[in-house]
């Protein structure tokens, strides 16, 4: 038998997911059954913009505490002179990429979808996906996103990272709207990362602000 959240799905994705209450529903229904049957390996990528969207804080999770050290990693080498290398830089450029361009939100929610045999339009069609994208803006536009490790403190810099959406600092850009980093450190101070990318994935641009 069908589970109940999965036909539920079926029929809200029968058609556009256009407004901010079509995609809280949407990413909402998606939680429940993140929750219901953990997917293997973990998708971290649609955890985190199902729970941006619904406020609800990251951790306590090994995927979390994977991502903060790859922060942990950026922030060390933004603050320790000769640290850049050319691995460094494409850990960067990789780090960012994924939550720039939504790309990996993107691949994890069709994948989701695929596995119960649920519509994948809104991820294989252009248009639907930045339709979804112009929409969730609308949903995250006054919450935030925590990212915090639960267990044993053991990074070198890195106390949380606070997502909340930025402003449109591209004109030609990938996603209707910018995402802002700020970091808190284990010494109290704050860095504040803002990055956008042309729709054309050709240019990345990153500012970075230590406060």
């Given amino acids: 038998m069908e589970d109940a959240i999965v036909r539920k799905l079926r029929e809200h994705l029968s058609g556009p997911v256009d407004t901010e209450c079509k995609v809280i529903y949407l990413l ?18 649609l955890r985190l913009y199902c729970n941006w969207a619904l406020h609800v804080d990251l951790s306590r999770s090994r995927t979390t ?15 320790t002179p000769g640290t850049d290398t050319k691995e ?13 361009y939504l790309d990996t939100f993107r691949e994890e929610l069709s994948r989701f979808l695929a596995a119960r045999d649920l519509p994948t339009a809104l991820c294989a069609e252009d248009k639907r996906w930045f ?17 915090e490790d639960g267990g044993p403190n053991e990074l070198r810099i890195v106390d949380k990272v606070t997502f909340t959406k930025g402003p449109q600092i591209i004109e030609d850009s990938h ?4 995402i802002t980093w700020d970091i808190l450190l284990k010494d109290g101070r704050h860095l504040e990362v803002e990055v956008a990318a042309q729709s054309d994935q050709k240019f990345l641009l990153s500012g970075v602000n230590l406060v």
């Fill in 28 to 45: 909402c229904e998606i939680r429940k059954l993140l929750d219901k049957q953990p997917p293997d390996p973990p998708l971290f990528a």
């Fill in 65 to 79: 505490r994977a991502f903060l050290e790859r922060v942990d990693r950026f922030v060390h080498n933004q603050l």
């Fill in 88 to 100: 460094t830089f494409a850990e960067e450029n990789s780090l960012f990429r994924e939550f720039v």
């Fill in 131 to 147: 339709t979804f994208l112009a929409a969730y803006a609308g949903v995250v536009e006054d919450g935030s996103l925590v990212c």
């Fill in 175 to 178: 996603v209707p709207f910018g």
